[in-house]
């Protein structure tokens, strides 16, 4: 299943998605991985959560949907227990805004996670008013 929480930049969505983060410890049994594209909000999570800083492991123009994609696929690939999965910053993370070309990887997210048995929540930063439907439809 695929979450998206929506909203203008400086909207909240970072602190809402660290507090998700944090309460999920309470009912969540796997893994816990909170994905962002630097070290900023590290500390605020609770020490049992897998912080993955993605900026890491790609650069500026090297990050893109594919990219992502991989990331997240790798990661589930070597973890069995991932259950839940929290993405702060996501068009930071895919170097891409255009969001009516994101379909086909929106049609990925949803077949890994299905076929993992791994929620994933993800941090938008736009208008909900300009986002597609395929989009819109995930929001929280």
């Known amino acids: 299943m695929i979450q998206v929480i929506l909203g203008k930049k400086g909207s909240g969505k970072t602190k809402r998605l660290i507090d998700l983060a944090n309460d999920s410890l309470k009912s969540e049994h796997g893994v816990i991985v ?6 900023r909000y590290m500390y605020d999570l609770r020490h049992e959560i897998r912080f993955v800083n993605a900026g ?3 650069l500026g123009e ?3 949907a594919d990219w992502f994609y991989g990331l997240l696929g790798g990661m589930l690939a070597v973890n069995f227990d991932i259950s839940l999965i929290f993405v702060d ?3 930071r ?3 891409n805004t255009d969001w009516n070309q994101l ?4 049609d990925r997210l949803e077949k890994l996670s299905s076929h993992h ?8 930063s736009a208008d909900p008013e300009v ?4 989009i819109t439809r995930y929001a929280m």
């Open 103 to 106: 379909g086909d990887l929106f």
């Open 117 to 124: 048995n791994c929620d994933l929540v993800l941090s938008v």
């Open 93 to 95: 993370l895919i170097n």
């Open 62 to 64: 090297h990050r893109s």
């Open 34 to 39: 909170f994905v962002d594209d630097d070290k």
């Open 89 to 91: 910053a996501f068009a």
């Open 56 to 58: 890491e492991f790609a």
């Open 131 to 134: 986002l597609p439907e395929f």
